[in-house]
């Protein structure tokens, strides 16, 4: 069964209904095959082989019996920010180690209810803060196209589990580019939806205003199908919108032609690496050739969107982070001798430096003094940046560009630079910041490693979004392209 981990989902799917093999059968050869890999890739942190055999067994029963949805026994990976009830979900922290969810996240309920198999929980930056992998307590994941490279962050382990193929799909999370710049460094597609389009119940929190769940795949098609499960309306969660469920795949094969695609100058600056440069060029030419019509255009508040991203999500941190206090649920420190111990020493050991540094960062800009001056002036940038995409969506259908302004660097380059670290975020922040979708997917290699180009659309036009993709992927191979490096035992 080697060449089906090279399938599509669809691929996967048709196997399914045909009988040529059984859920069973799949789910194991996914298994046996993290068991190999794995200690190579570091991308999971919980495997749950039991379960997933016994979910399998399941959606053999549904295809046996005609009741199958379309994800009915295709395996999965989640990011282990998604509460899944009685597994470890660590969220990549030492804080939440021991803690075992007592209820389902609606993504992961939604899953189980569409059928889906959950192979395990990937690794991720701790509290999903970081660019790189490097901020879990269980070590990064690596890049599969490169071992001493990272794989991106936070949600770099369904990245690295999606390129390796040890998943066909993986949900993510993205509160600044975590589902995009991961993809993109990795190889792979991945869609970060518009903000409240899935549902955040069970979600950990890092920056409530700007997180958003979202898949993870290999193509623009298989984005559809996983999409087309775990969005919709859930009553508990208030930031979620009251659209219902929808099929994303529908619209897939609609022509492209006469949509017109804005190029946003500021992405094409002094600071994006000359080949990727050249990679995004042809990119946005190919789309041309499908018909599609290009304009420049400027969003002029780019420079302020990450200052302004780490100001607000930090700020956003330092109150979510405040439930960690070594009371009611995760690390504890022994033998506290006060009420004040108990809260300091926890949360010393339970915290790594980045998740400390934002809490700092975070409290500093919501004290009384600074709020004026970085807190609110924060938001009204924000709704500068906000009014940059409506103007500029008035004129253009989609805005291309890089997902990242370089490939994904070697481990340990930026441990001691934070501040560089964050600059990668420079051209995916400002769609969290919006609350757009937007979608990053391969477009070419730099130095043998992938290349990402990011496309943004309008408000919930995440059918039309994924229609341009997948246009640009039959008419290429850059998402088909696998790695060839020895990976595990």
Same mark, same amino acid.
């Given at each position: 069964?080697?060449?089906?981990?090279?399938?599509?989902?669809?691929?996967?799917?048709?196997?399914?209904?045909?009988?040529?093999?059984?859920?069973?059968?799949?789910?194991?050869?996914?298994?046996?095959?993290?068991?190999?890999?794995?200690?190579?890739?570091?991308?999971?942190?919980?495997?749950?082989?039991?379960?997933?055999?016994?979910?399998?067994?399941?959606?053999?029963?549904?295809?046996?019996?005609?009741?199958?949805?379309?994800?009915?026994?295709?395996?999965?990976?989640?990011?282990?920010?998604?509460c899944?009830?009685?597994?470890?979900?660590?969220?990549?922290?030492?804080?939440l180690?021991?803690?075992?969810?007592p209820?389902?996240?609606?993504?992961?309920?939604?899953?189980?209810?569409?059928?889906?198999?959950?192979?395990?929980?990937?690794?991720?930056?701790?509290?999903?803060?970081g660019?790189?992998?490097?901020?879990s307590?269980?070590?990064?994941?690596?890049?599969?196209?490169?071992?001493?490279?990272?794989?991106?962050?936070?949600?770099?382990?369904?990245?690295?589990?999606v390129?390796?193929?040890?998943?066909?799909?993986?949900?993510?999370?993205?509160?600044?580019?975590s589902?995009?710049?991961?993809?993109?460094f990795c190889?792979?597609?991945?869609?970060?939806?518009?903000?409240?389009?899935?549902?955040?119940?069970?979600?950990i929190?890092f920056?409530?205003?700007?997180?958003?769940?979202?898949?993870?795949a290999?193509?623009?098609?298989?984005?559809?199908?996983?999409?087309?499960?775990?969005?919709?309306?859930?009553?508990?969660?208030?930031?979620?919108?009251?659209?219902?469920?929808?099929?994303?795949?529908?619209?897939?094969?609609?022509?492209?032609?006469?949509?017109?695609?804005g190029?946003?100058?500021?992405?094409?600056?002094?600071?994006?690496?000359?080949?990727?440069?050249?990679?995004?060029?042809?990119?946005?030419?190919?789309? *041309?050739?499908? @018909?599609?019509?290009? &304009?420049?255009?400027? +969003?002029?508040? %780019?420079?302020?969107?990450?200052?302004? #991203? /780490?100001?607000?999500?930090?700020?956003?941190?330092?109150?979510?982070?405040?439930?960690?206090?070594?009371?009611?649920?995760g690390?504890?420190?022994?033998?506290?001798?006060?009420?004040?111990?108990?809260?300091?020493?926890?949360?010393? *050991?339970?915290? @790594?430096?980045?998740? &400390?540094?934002?809490? +700092?960062?975070? %409290?500093?800009?919501?004290?009384?003094? #600074? /709020?004026?001056?970085y807190?609110?002036?924060?938001?009204?940038i924000?709704?500068l940046?906000?009014?940059?995409?409506?103007?500029?969506?008035?004129?253009?259908?989609?805005?291309?560009?890089?997902?990242?302004?370089?490939?994904?660097?070697?481990?340990?380059?930026?441990?001691?630079?934070?501040?560089?670290?964050?600059?990668?975020?420079?051209?995916?922040?400002?769609?969290?910041?919006a609350?757009?979708?937007?979608?990053?997917?391969?477009?070419?290699?730099?130095?043998?490693?992938?290349?990402?180009?990011?496309?943004?659309?309008?408000?919930?036009?995440?059918?039309?979004?994924?229609?341009?993709?997948?246009?640009?992927?039959?008419?290429?191979?850059w998402?088909?392209?696998?790695?060839?490096?020895?990976?595990?035992?």
């Amino acid at each position: 069964m080697h060449d089906v981990i090279l399938s599509t989902v669809s691929a996967l799917k048709e196997g399914l209904l045909s009988k040529k093999y059984s859920s069973v059968e799949l789910t194991t050869e996914y298994l046996d095959r993290i068991k190999t890999i794995d200690s190579s890739t570091n991308s999971f942190i919980t495997v749950c082989e039991e379960a997933a055999l016994r979910q399998a067994a399941r959606a053999d029963e549904l295809i046996k019996q005609g009741k199958a949805g379309i994800l009915t026994g295709i395996p999965y990976a989640n990011k282990d920010i998604f509460c899944t009830k009685n597994v470890r979900t660590t969220c990549g922290s030492k804080m939440l180690d021991n803690f075992i969810a007592p209820y389902n996240a609606t993504v992961v309920e939604k899953c189980m209810d569409a059928g889906m198999v959950m192979l395990g929980k990937t690794n991720m930056d701790e509290f999903a803060m970081g660019s790189s992998n490097e901020t879990s307590f269980y070590g990064r994941a690596k890049n599969p196209w490169d071992l001493t490279r990272v794989s991106g962050g936070s949600s770099g382990g369904s990245a690295t589990a999606v390129a390796a193929r040890l998943a066909p799909l993986a949900t993510g999370s993205d509160t600044g580019g975590s589902i995009r710049q991961p993809s993109a460094f990795c190889g792979i597609s991945g869609l970060k939806p518009t903000y409240g389009r899935v549902s955040r119940y069970g979600m950990i929190a890092f920056g409530s205003s700007l997180d958003q769940g979202g898949p993870m795949a290999h193509c623009v098609e298989d984005l559809a199908l996983l999409l087309s499960v775990i969005a919709g309306h859930d009553h508990r969660d208030s930031t979620s919108n009251k659209r219902g469920p929808e099929n994303f795949c529908r619209h897939l094969n609609k022509s492209v032609k006469n949509k017109v695609i804005g190029i946003p100058k500021e992405y094409f600056s002094n600071n994006l690496n000359p080949e990727i440069h050249l990679i995004i060029d042809e990119a946005i030419k190919h789309i *041309e050739k499908l @018909g599609a019509k290009i &304009k420049d255009v400027s +969003l002029p508040s %780019t420079s302020l969107v990450v200052p302004t #991203y /780490y100001v607000l999500a930090s700020a956003e941190c330092s109150s979510n982070m405040s439930r960690y206090d070594g009371v009611r649920f995760g690390h504890r420190c022994e033998d506290p001798n006060s009420i004040e111990d108990l809260y300091e020493r926890s949360r010393a *050991e339970g915290f @790594g430096d980045e998740v &400390k540094r934002r809490i +700092l960062m975070g %409290t500093y800009a919501l004290s009384s003094g #600074y /709020y004026d001056a970085y807190y609110e002036k924060a938001q009204k940038i924000r709704r500068l940046v906000k009014n940059d995409y409506i103007s500029v969506f008035k004129d253009v259908d989609f805005l291309i560009g890089p997902t990242c302004p370089s490939i994904a660097f070697h481990a340990e380059t930026f441990t001691h630079d934070p501040v560089q670290m964050y600059l990668s975020d420079v051209y995916t922040v400002s769609a969290n910041l919006a609350g757009l979708p937007s979608l990053s997917l391969p477009a070419g290699f730099s130095q043998g490693m992938p290349v990402g180009m990011q496309i943004t659309g309008n408000y919930f036009r995440e059918s039309e979004l994924l229609s341009l993709g997948h246009a640009y992927q039959t008419n290429t191979d850059w998402h088909n392209r696998y790695t060839t490096q020895k990976l595990g035992k």
